[in-house]
């Protein structure tokens, strides 16, 4: 007896007595071999007369019952189909027009969640990086300009070995420039440097936000008075010739902005460190992961192959311990003077988990290898 018979064989438990037998049985059956049949017609493949047959003749027969030969033949015109049309099947044409929309739903609100997630903090840490940087830089150079303004004009104030000749010539409480130093250059060093001083001030106050205002304002109190805040900013005017106390004046502002600027970066560079270290790097490989289905969605549904896979969330899981894992490193060097930042590896992690996973298990059989060759073989006595 053929697999076939065996099978009608099998499912035949109810008959009529007159060879025929209850269709329910193989509606499913008739159904998908309709499907592809009508699949192969729309693609312009050529079907063997005896499959079409077969399927037409068990349409036909369905109302008064199926005997053993036409559920035999439909079977076997299922099978050839099946075969013919790989790897397009009947579940793949049905899932392609009734269960592709919840899966393509499922897939856009996790990728528009995770993008309300990434596109903000993203945006964040690379602005706060920005600002924070130019704050340091504003710092290193206002420190040098507080260097060089305290070294001209320390011997103006009684210091050094030049306190008794300077201090000679001081009249109405004032002290000039020491000799051999340009009063323009010091103005104009105080200017820059009362420049930078605002510089610093501005960008804390930026930066500050980021972190809801995390960092206590020295000069809190006197925000709201414009006229205050210039004097404590600006520098006085006129400028008169006391260029040593207005040096002092401006080191000692510059002490609490460098002090409000610092304490903001740190704030900074703790809290969004932290998310583009640690979370981040998850996101951005649960995204690349959404890319990936959402590619392989498409293709699919091109192809009609689409079928909803249970595998689609420990993909997920697997590409956030990926992302977890990417964020323990600072760099990847792609080749020399080239290099990915963790981010877009983390991306790149997510969208081809199994590459990942490949570079990781060669990585600790590289490991291995290198421990075996270190280990001296033992000595023949």
């Known amino acids: 007896m053929s697999p076939v018979s065996e099978s009608v064989h099998d499912h035949s438990t109810k008959s009529d ?18 499907r592809l049949l009508k699949y192969a ?8 007369s005896k499959i079409r047959d077969g399927v037409l003749a068990a349409r036909a027969a369905g109302a008064e019952g199926w005997d053993e030969t036409t559920i035999a033949n439909l079977l076997e015109s299922l099978t050839k189909l ?4 790989r790897p397009v099947t009947a579940d793949s044409l049905k899932a392609s027009g009734r269960d592709s929309h919840p899966t393509l739903r499922i897939y856009w609100v996790v990728a528009i969640s995770l993008a309300i997630f990434i596109v903000p903090f993203s945006v964040a840490s690379f602005v706060t990086s920005a600002i924070s940087d130019a704050i340091k830089k504003d710092i290193t ?3 040098e300009l507080a260097v060089r303004l305290n070294g001209q004009l320390a011997s103006s104030q009684g210091q050094g070995p030049a306190r008794q000749p300077v201090a000679s010539t001081a009249q109405n409480g004032t002290t000039p420039v020491p000799p051999g130093i340009s009063r323009t250059d010091v103005v104009t060093e105080l200017q820059t440097f009362a420049s930078t001083i605002r510089s610093i001030d501005s960008r804390a106050r930026q930066l500050d936000l980021f972190i809801l205002k995390g960092v206590k304002d020295p000069f809190a109190d006197i925000r709201g008075n414009p006229v205050e805040l210039k004097k404590k900013l600006q520098l006085p005017v006129p400028l008169g010739d006391d260029l040593a106390g207005v040096s002092n004046d401006r080191i000692q502002v510059y002490q609490d902005v460098r002090y409000l600027g610092q304490s903001v970066v740190d704030a900074v560079s703790v809290f969004y460190g932290a998310i583009t270290t640690c979370i981040l790097p998850v996101l951005y490989a649960l995204l690349g992961t959404c890319a990936y289905l959402l590619r392989s969605y498409e293709q699919e549904m091109r192809s009609r192959t689409f079928l909803p896979s249970h595998a689609d969330f420990p993909r997920f899981m697997i590409a956030a311990i990926a992302g977890a894992v990417v964020g323990l490193f600072n760099n990847f060097t792609i080749s020399q003077g080239a290099s990915i930042p963790p981010l877009a590896i983390a991306f790149l992690v997510g969208y081809a988990v199994d590459v990942f996973f490949s570079f990781l298990e060669g990585l600790i059989q590289a490991f291995t290898k290198n421990k075996s060759a270190a280990v001296p073989a033992p000595r023949v006595p």
């Open 17 to 34: 007595g007159a060879g025929h037998i209850e269709s329910a049985r193989y509606a499913e059956a008739l159904e998908d071999a309709e």
């Open 41 to 48: 017609a729309e693609i312009g493949t050529e079907v063997d």
């Open 82 to 85: 099946a075969a013919k049309l």
């Open 141 to 143: 150079a206002a420190n």
